[in-house]
């Protein structure tokens, strides 16, 4: 997901909204569905049945409880470095294939224009920040898969 921005910098409420929701994606809303799982009976058939979302909540159980699980903190670095990979570099070069800088509108306006500015892929660097956003989110990982 992009950043919100004005003409200044970051838009500080639409920021801690955007981190708000990423941080419920990845650590909030993936643990409830698989406490519910554990501890419910017939979570499945009752809860997913009347969700809408059943497809989605399976793959993410299957994915916490065994695609995804880390065992130890080196497997937590490699997962926080696939979250980076995939938020800042990968979903980036997607949108700007399906909408290029020089994208118009019907009306032939800019499409990257005013407060929507196209976005740049970040690279993971290990001596700036995308390396703390790396290890903070290996210690998140960390924290809530294996010592709990």
Not at 28 to 55: D, I
Not at 73 to 87: G, K, N
Request: charged content about 20%; aromatic content about 16%.
């Amino acid at each position: 997901m992009l950043l919100p921005r004005n003409g200044n910098g970051y838009q500080s409420h639409l920021f801690f909204q955007w981190s708000r929701t990423q941080f419920d994606s990845l650590f909030v809303k993936p643990a409830q569905a698989v406490n519910a799982y554990l501890s419910e009976p017939n979570y499945l058939e009752s809860t997913l049945k009347y969700s809408g979302q059943q497809k989605e909540q399976v793959e993410q159980i299957v994915s916490y409880l065994v695609t995804n699980k880390p065992l130890t903190f080196e497997e937590c670095i490699v997962w926080a470095r696939l979250q980076f990979e995939r938020d800042y570099n990968n979903d980036i070069r997607q949108l700007l294939f399906s909408l290029p800088k020089d994208a118009t509108t019907s009306t032939g306006q800019p499409f990257w224009s005013g407060p929507k500015r196209a976005p740049d892929p970040l690279t993971f660097n290990s001596s700036d920040v995308s390396y703390r956003f790396g290890l903070f989110f290996a210690w998140l990982n960390a924290s809530r898969r294996l010592f709990t």
